[in-house]
């Protein structure tokens, strides 16, 4: 089975990539969506949201990422994904899932889930774009306000010529709320001949275990759940593999934020690394009663040095096994 990191707008950036990685059993992970209206993007944009592709489109651990672009014009998309491949990243997602109203008022995202035809011709257009060896890969819902038209839109992304399909199990109109409908993917499943990665509601080893046998999925794709519990692609893994393995503990997930450099970063405002860990926390606080606790502690601080001094008070080192391949 491959697990792949979801992505995230405003979450799952480069620090967070780098870090979760590191804890591994990730195998891709992939980018917050890039928005391309009308030009070919300049070499920073693309730098900005992925700077793996300085080190070959790889995370400091080896995993490799790739670029998702969102938009609605064919050739315009085209043109920035051939541009993503020769960059470095590795090979290119396309975004039809996004639920933001500000995405789909301007015809991006969940949308164009209304629209197959316009699927068929943005991934048609991408797919000649893009040399063969590169990976073109399309995520999607279910559908808009129901799932009626799914079969109409697997069917566009696969007579496009896309190398594989990510399915999130809920429609637009569903949005995050559970549950996440796998039961719907293998009548979907039946119509298709590439590679299927289910996602959605996957906070647990249990449940990427019903998952796989409800969306007959191998491959899992983890959003929330992996920020909630930051080593759960491990702990997945390692229970498919029937390996033995010891899940960090609090104050490993404490060292680890702490060591992530989110806070080393220069480019960024000083409230940068404050707004992150609390962020994170929020999440955090869905898998680890300590997060509650914790949240209360830095909640008014803005400093990266004072939120930096309360975090090192709960962290502990982790063993530097293999377990957690640090």
Same mark, same amino acid.
């Given at each position: 089975?491959?697990?792949?990191l979801?992505?995230?707008?405003?979450?799952?950036?480069?620090?967070?990539?780098?870090?979760?990685?590191?804890?591994?059993?990730?195998?891709?992970?992939?980018?917050e969506?890039?928005?391309?209206?009308?030009?070919?993007?300049?070499?920073?944009?693309?730098?900005?949201?992925?700077?793996?592709?300085?080190?070959g489109?790889?995370?400091?651990?080896?995993?490799?990422?790739?670029?998702?672009?969102?938009?609605?014009?064919?050739?315009?998309?085209?043109?920035?994904?051939?541009?993503?491949?020769?960059?470095?990243?590795?090979?290119?997602d396309?975004?039809?899932?996004?639920?933001?109203?500000t995405?789909?008022?301007?015809?991006?995202?969940?949308?164009?889930?209304?629209?197959?035809?316009?699927?068929y011709?943005?991934?048609?257009?991408?797919?000649e774009? @893009?040399?063969?060896?590169?990976?073109?890969?399309?995520?999607?819902?279910?559908?808009?306000?129901?799932?009626?038209?799914?079969?109409?839109?697997?069917?566009?992304?696969?007579?496009?010529?896309?190398?594989?399909?990510?399915?999130?199990?809920?429609?637009?109109?569903?949005g995050?709320?559970?549950?996440?409908?796998?039961?719907?993917?293998?009548?979907?499943?039946?119509?298709?001949?590439?590679?299927?990665?289910?996602?959605?509601?996957?906070?647990? @080893?249990?449940?990427?275990?019903?998952?796989?046998?409800?969306?007959?999925?191998?491959?899992?794709m983890?959003?929330?759940?992996?920020?909630?519990?930051?080593?759960?692609?491990?702990?997945?893994?390692?229970?498919?593999?029937?390996?033995e393995?010891?899940?960090?503990?609090?104050q490993?997930v404490?060292?680890?934020?702490?060591?992530?450099?989110?806070?080393?970063?220069?480019?960024?405002?000083?409230?940068?690394?404050?707004?992150?860990?609390?962020?994170?926390?929020?999440?955090l606080?869905?898998?680890?009663?300590?997060?509650?606790?914790?949240?209360?502690?830095?909640?008014?601080?803005?400093?990266?040095?004072? @939120? @930096?001094?309360?975090?090192?008070?709960?962290?502990?080192?982790?063993?530097?096994?293999?377990?957690?391949?640090?």
């Amino acid at each position: 089975m491959k697990l792949i990191l979801a992505p995230m707008e405003g979450v799952v950036d480069f620090k967070m990539r780098e870090l979760l990685s590191d804890l591994g059993g990730f195998d891709l992970c992939v980018t917050e969506f890039i928005r391309v209206v009308d030009l070919t993007l300049p070499r920073r944009v693309f730098m900005r949201y992925c700077p793996e592709l300085l080190n070959g489109g790889y995370t400091r651990a080896g995993t490799p990422v790739r670029i998702q672009l969102l938009g609605q014009v064919p050739h315009v998309l085209a043109a920035n994904a051939r541009k993503a491949v020769k960059l470095g990243s590795h090979g290119v997602d396309l975004n039809f899932g996004c639920p933001a109203k500000t995405v789909n008022k301007s015809k991006g995202g969940a949308v164009l889930l209304k629209e197959p035809e316009q699927i068929y011709q943005i991934i048609k257009a991408v797919r000649e774009a @893009v040399p063969e060896e590169h990976i073109v890969s399309a995520k999607i819902r279910l559908g808009f306000d129901d799932d009626t038209n799914s079969t109409e839109i697997v069917d566009a992304v696969q007579s496009a010529g896309a190398s594989s399909l990510a399915i999130h199990a809920r429609t637009k109109r569903d949005g995050y709320r559970p549950p996440a409908y796998w039961e719907k993917i293998p009548p979907l499943l039946a119509r298709l001949s590439i590679p299927v990665v289910a996602n959605g509601e996957i906070w647990q @080893v249990e449940d990427a275990v019903r998952c796989q046998q409800q969306s007959q999925c191998q491959d899992l794709m983890l959003g929330r759940g992996a920020l909630a519990t930051p080593d759960l692609a491990t702990k997945i893994k390692a229970h498919m593999q029937g390996v033995e393995y010891t899940p960090l503990t609090w104050q490993e997930v404490v060292y680890h934020i702490v060591h992530s450099s989110m806070h080393q970063d220069e480019n960024v405002s000083e409230k940068y690394f404050s707004s992150r860990t609390k962020q994170w926390l929020g999440y955090l606080k869905l898998q680890y009663a300590e997060a509650h606790g914790l949240f209360e502690e830095i909640k008014r601080l803005k400093s990266k040095s004072d @939120v @930096v001094a309360v975090l090192e008070k709960y962290a502990k080192s982790p063993s530097l096994d293999s377990n957690h391949n640090i």
